[in-house]
């Protein structure tokens, strides 16, 4: 049987792949993953209390193309 997730997948468009290569680089540099800071920026966004931002790599750490 195939593994089942935890929550509905949902699909984002409109991104290009080194922009998500980018971003995971970016995420495993702080210790997180793309789903979990998707996830606290959208909360922050819609404004759920108690939301914060995600921690970001520093500067140094940063992959810009």
Do not use: C, N, Y
Not at 3 to 11: A, L, M, P, Y
Not at 41 to 59: I, K, Q, S, Y
Request: proline share 5%.
């Amino acid at each position: 049987m195939a593994s089942q997730h935890k929550h509905k997948q949902r699909v984002v468009r409109g991104i290009d792949d080194q922009l998500v290569e980018d971003f995971d680089t970016a995420a495993k540099a702080t210790g997180s993953d793309r789903s979990a800071i998707t996830r606290q920026l959208w909360e922050w966004f819609v404004r759920r209390p108690g939301a914060t931002l995600p921690d970001r790599p520093d500067a140094g750490d940063d992959q810009q193309h």
